[in-house]
């Protein structure tokens, strides 16, 4: 049996999708680690919701993730064999959003997260998704990608998670804390 390290990455650089190895402090190996937290807590937020819908919709996000990292971690001159995250990605987020921001009160004043645990683990998943698209961003604006996609799913992705905490507090039966007494 092989073992879990391959002792590859302990000169301090990490191997991208084609050829090339990029030093760990490079912002690309950032933007990959900021995702990689962002699906571990989409999974925990997955792991405490009693909601089947939820748990299906955090999958599904959790999947799409793994396709915008590997569109990440591409080199440019392979980078659209990996392009997979299009417009009926995006699309899809946002219906879900919508469809279930009809069956909630969205509340007019900013929240404090810990109602119910599946609900304070969607606003932890939130503000790491919230990074990672902090990273996107800067990838984009140095051109180290091209598809703007992935930036504007990463913030829908932040709506779909407030949208869930919201949803989870309401079926916990806790009613939502306002951050103003």
Same mark, same amino acid.
């Given at each position: 049996?092989?073992?879990?390290?391959? %002792?590859?990455?302990?000169?301090?650089?990490?191997?991208? &999708?084609?050829?090339?190895?990029?030093?760990?402090?490079?912002?690309?190996?950032?933007?990959?680690?900021? &995702?990689?937290? $962002?699906?571990?807590?989409?999974? &925990?937020? %997955? *792991?405490?919701?009693?909601? #089947?819908?939820?748990? #299906?919709?955090? +999958?599904?996000?959790? %999947?799409?993730?793994? $396709?915008?990292? @590997?569109?990440?971690? $591409?080199?440019? /001159?392979? #980078?659209? =064999?990996?392009?997979?995250?299009?417009? !009926?990605?995006?699309?899809?987020? /946002?219906?879900?959003?919508?469809?279930?921001?009809?069956?909630?009160?969205?509340?007019?004043?900013?929240?404090?997260?810990?109602?119910?645990? !599946?609900? *304070?683990?969607?606003?932890? *998943? =939130? @503000?790491?998704?919230?990074?990672? /698209?902090? =990273?996107?961003?800067? +990838?984009?604006?140095?051109?180290?990608?091209?598809?703007?996609?992935?930036?504007?799913?990463?913030? %829908?992705?932040?709506?779909?998670?407030?949208?869930?905490? +919201?949803?989870?507090?309401?079926?916990?039966?806790?009613? @939502?804390?306002?951050?103003?007494?």
């Amino acid at each position: 049996m092989s073992p879990f390290y391959t %002792r590859t990455g302990d000169g301090g650089s990490t191997g991208i &999708l084609g050829e090339d190895r990029l030093p760990k402090s490079h912002p690309r190996i950032e933007t990959l680690g900021s &995702l990689d937290e $962002a699906s571990a807590a989409l999974g &925990l937020a %997955r *792991a405490f919701s009693h909601a #089947a819908q939820v748990k #299906a919709i955090l +999958l599904e996000v959790q %999947r799409d993730l793994y $396709a915008l990292m @590997t569109e990440i971690a $591409a080199t440019p /001159e392979n #980078a659209k =064999r990996f392009k997979t995250l299009g417009l !009926p990605r995006l699309q899809w987020l /946002e219906s879900q959003v919508d469809s279930l921001s009809a069956t909630i009160p969205i509340p007019t004043e900013f929240i404090l997260p810990g109602d119910s645990l !599946p609900g *304070a683990a969607l606003a932890l *998943a =939130r @503000t790491i998704v919230r990074r990672a /698209e902090r =990273r996107v961003a800067g +990838l984009l604006d140095a051109g180290e990608i091209k598809n703007p996609v992935l930036l504007q799913y990463l913030n %829908r992705l932040s709506s779909l998670c407030f949208t869930l905490e +919201l949803l989870e507090n309401q079926s916990a039966g806790a009613d @939502t804390t306002l951050a103003k007494k």
